[in-house]
């Protein structure tokens, strides 16, 4: 697995970004794929995950109902749909990819591949 992130930006607040990670790996689809967020100062924090099947999408309450997860399995990519941003979304989002448990879904040491990181900004 080899993650490459994208799509990050400068947005003002209420605006929408799509954020994508393509895997230039063979077994994308062996994976729950997942999006954490890093902003300065602070710990890496869980935002959304999705599992192999796309069945399954878990996500931060702190995101849900603004963000949508989904993935494609035949083109090895993973989207985060953003809506309705705000400026306290502004981090590094890395795209993930590991085999979690349930209960361990949004936890950083699920995670065995991780992305380079775009930075997302929004604006007041």
């Known amino acids: 697995v080899q993650l490459q992130a994208s799509g990050g930006g400068l947005v003002q607040a209420g605006g929408s970004l799509r954020l994508s990670c393509a895997d230039s790996?063979?077994?994308?689809?062996?994976?729950?794929m997942a999006w954490f967020r890093q902003a300065p100062g602070k710990e890496r924090e869980f935002v959304s995950a999705?599992?192999?099947?796309?069945?399954?999408?878990y996500y931060a309450d702190s995101v849900k109902g603004r963000f949508t997860i989904s993935r494609d399995n035949a083109k090895n990519i993973l989207f985060l749909q953003m809506n309705r941003l705000k400026p306290e979304d502004t981090a590094v989002y890395y795209c993930?990819?590991?085999?979690?448990?349930?209960?361990?879904?949004?936890?950083?040491?699920?995670?065995?591949?991780w992305g380079q990181g775009t930075q997302v900004t929004v604006s007041s």
């Open positions: 993930a990819a590991g085999r979690p448990i349930t209960s361990e879904t949004s936890r950083v040491r699920s995670y065995y591949y």
């Open positions: 790996g063979r077994t994308f689809n062996y994976y729950t």
């Open positions: 999705i599992r192999w099947s796309g069945g399954s999408t």
